[in-house]
T-cell receptor, first 114, second 112 residues
Framework: QKEVEQDPGPLSVPEGAIVSLNCTYSNSAFQYFMWYRQYSRKGPELLMYTYSSGNKEDGRFTAQVDKSSKYISLFIRDSQPSDSATYLCAMSAGVQGGSEKLVFGKGTKLTVNP | KAGVTQTPRYLIKTRGQQVTLSCSPISGHRSVSWYQQTPGQGLQFLFEYFSETQRNKGNFPGRFSGRQFSNSRSEMNVSTLELGDSALYLC???????????FGPGTRLLVL
């Protein structure tokens, strides 16, 4: 079983829809959870950063972490064509031995149609 | 502040050759991590450097190596290239472990 599982999609939604992106993981040591957005031909950019369980909201984006189920989600409200990108979840167990190793999902490709 | 820069942006090599990729982190950042991104495997951690010391290494063969210089710039080297090494190689910098990682645009390597 892979450490982090993410449905690659592709996911296609109309403009204004609510988008739900999800990842599951197997390593119970993970306590830092991130969502990155990657546009075509660009490097990933950090969208949301959450520590441990709970919700975090930033504008149209909401990140949820359920450590008991080993499940994280990213919700995008009022989706826009500019949200079309690949969304990657990432997580880490924190600093161990002086370094931090991020483990990524494979990414979900999202297209928001005007 | 300038972002993470990577050179070259695109590279074509043939099997058996070696390649060196370069990464300049954001000014003031001392931690540099390298990742390989492929459609099949996604983003996979290669190694991390902090203050010129390798702090962590992913599950890649010894053909993949790296180093960091005193100005925090980093290079990674892949020797004896294989077709499967074709990928986007991403560099990320942060001010230290457990700080936000900022990614560069990547170097797209094609091995023929």
């Amino acid at each position: 079983q892979k450490e982090v599982e993410q449905d690659p999609g592709p996911l296609s939604v109309p403009e204004g829809a609510i988008v739900s992106l999800n990842c599951t993981y197997s390593n119970s040591a993970f306590q830092y959870f991130m969502w990155y957005r990657q546009y075509s031909r660009k490097g990933p950019e950090l969208l949301m950063y959450t520590y441990s369980s709970g919700n975090k909201e930033d504008g149209r984006f909401t990140a949820q972490v359920d450590k008991s189920s080993k499940y994280i989600s990213l919700f995008i409200r009022d989706s826009q064509p500019s949200d079309s990108a690949t969304y990657l979840c990432a997580m880490s167990a924190g600093v161990q031995g002086g370094s931090e190793k991020l483990v990524f999902g494979k990414g979900t490709k999202l297209t928001v149609n005007p | 502040k300038a972002g993470v820069t990577q050179t070259p942006r695109y590279l074509i090599k043939t099997r058996g050759q070696q390649v060196t990729l370069s990464c300049s982190p954001i000014s003031g950042h001392r931690s540099v991590s390298w990742y390989q991104q492929t459609p099949g495997q996604g983003l996979q951690f290669l190694f991390e450097y902090f203050s010129e010391t390798q702090r962590n290494k992913g599950n890649f063969p010894g053909r993949f190596s790296g180093r960091q210089f005193s100005n925090s710039r980093s290079e990674m080297n892949v020797s004896t290239l294989e077709l499967g090494d074709s990928a986007l190689y991403l560099c990320a910098s942060s001010s230290g472990p457990q700080e936000t990682q900022y990614f560069g645009p990547g170097t797209r390597l094609l091995v023929l």
